[in-house]
């Protein structure tokens, strides 16, 4: 049997075919057009299913499930997506939409309770029952796999784990809080923090690096730099690190998983990210003498996450 | 079948025999001793076992199982308490020691996760399937239930939910860290705030109810003084309860439980606490809608939590 996935992200639709492993054996996309109305995605959606079924000759009857991954608010129950912020999507009633095409069970789920699933079940987090997923994104999302599913609370709405406030009175955060993890650890922050830093030393490799057009600083610029041996560039890349240390020593005393991985554009760092990361998070997580300690690994599902996790959402609920 | 509970605390050693809701039918204690020797504490524990059953002529065919509430390091699998940091207790083979007065099986279990087992079966958290414990002692304990289970995590330490850093380089922690919410919330913390002010406001009311006394400041100190409307005392409880606000709304937003249970003597404020602290969590808590929001109380088994949560550990493994 094969499953459906599909990535409704703001600039993309993505879907594709998943095999049982979570390998897509079809992918396709079109452009999301964020300002179109609900309908022309919902068709364009519905359009993507067809022409994936047309190119690999499968039908209904190979199909196991759909599933649609979706940042935002959803009805699991109803499969309804309420509201993606990114789009002008509300209330579209998306599983109604997907079974005049194909019959079959349609989910929806929170895009990064995707990448945990694809993670879970086909990436780093394979073979191992807890696991938490943290994105480093525009924000930073979170997805929990307890006893091998899904955690999603008692409304379906947890692990929110970007809005976790590490700073008392800190960073003012697009929640409405001040302080939260996302404020001091996402992609968003870390191009703030390196853009102020650049612009406190303009004679560090970091101005160098883009031209001196402060806008083209992005998550890779101080990396860059400070490869290059920049104290500047060193001290941006040391501090964020360490911040990020204490929000994934927090998850450890929480949750004491197998494994935390950690997805999104600056994992793509690698051990650069990840070496010191472990260093620092050494002595914060609690002492727990001989027993296993979590491990902390970068996720490698990346731009696949969002359609193998939607496939396969039904193996983790 | 009823269960034995053995609540093994810094100044007494208390027990009960308890029925499958939970009610305890007979219970008894002995001084804990701290700084007696391994042998003598254990042999006070078998003491009292014996005695309970002698007690209430219950023999071993009547006693489901025995479980031991222990703050500090346990091995589950084999019965062991490692290390209980209030005692002098290392590698105490307490399964064993308790298997020769009455061969059933027996339990260790942190004291925390105790005291959540216990309002999970018999206090607030009777027929929720999600909910999160915290208590307000010395430290902040943190325990979990999970589709009606404790959560323990990969290695059996999860959970230390006092030790999540909600203020970068904030108050130094016991644990090593600076920032941790315990270092903020504890009654430990709440009495070095209360004193602090105090000492700053030396005509606040504060200093009155102890006769000029700091050293008689206790968790209950501040509350007093500020329904006797002094100023010093309501910014002491204001500020108090606002930090705690902000760990349950990271609570919530990690684990949208049905229900958060608050225990530990600052609880015993009730209402004076948990209406101004829902009040304040009101806009922290991530955006869900519509969606059921967690609620907020009291804990109720207050100082049988040890003994029946003990008793039941078998219940929610």
């Known amino acids: 049997m094969y499953y459906i996935g599909i990535d409704l992200g703001g600039t993309k639709i993505a879907a594709g075919i998943v095999d049982e492993e979570g390998t897509i054996i079809k992918k396709d996309s079109v452009p999301t057009g964020r300002t179109r109305k609900n309908e022309e995605i919902v068709n364009d959606i519905c359009m993507l299913v067809k022409k994936l079924l047309n190119d690999t000759n499968l039908s209904e009857k190979d199909i196991y499930s759909v599933g649609i991954g979706s940042p935002g608010s959803l009805d699991r129950d109803q499969g309804i997506i309420i509201a993606n912020f990114n789009l002008s ?14 019959p079959v069970p349609v989910y929806v789920e929170n895009d990064a309770n995707c990448a945990a699933i694809a993670e879970s079940i086909a990436g780093v987090g394979k073979g191992v029952d807890y696991m938490v997923l943290i994105t480093i994104g525009t924000g930073i999302g979170g997805g929990i796999i307890i006893n091998n599913k899904l955690y999603i609370g008692s409304n379906g709405a947890a692990a929110e784990l970007g809005h976790m406030v590490i700073n008392l009175d800190g960073e003012s955060c697009t929640c409405g809080r001040k302080g939260c993890w996302e404020a001091y650890s996402s992609a968003t922050a870390f191009i703030r923090q390196t853009k102020a830093a650049a612009a406190d030393n303009p004679e560090s490799k970091i101005l160098e690096l883009v031209d001196g057009d402060m806008e083209k600083i992005d998550a890779k610029t101080a990396f860059d730099a400070a490869r290059m041996g920049d104290e500047t560039a060193i001290n941006v890349v040391d501090r964020y690190i360490d911040i990020l240390a204490e929000g994934l ?33 050494k002595g914060r997580t609690f002492f727990i003498g001989d027993l296993k300690n979590t491990q902390i690994v970068a996720a490698k599902m990346r731009n696949d996450a969002g359609i193998v996790g939607a496939a396969l959402i039904s193996k983790r609920m």
């Open 89 to 102: 999507f509300r209330y579209v009633t998306i599983r109604k939409a997907i079974q005049e095409v194909i």
């Open 249 to 281: 020593a927090n998850m450890v005393n929480i949750f004491q998983p197998d494994l935390i991985a950690i997805g999104g554009g600056v994992s793509k760092e690698g051990e650069n990210l990840l070496a010191p990361l472990r260093e620092k998070m």
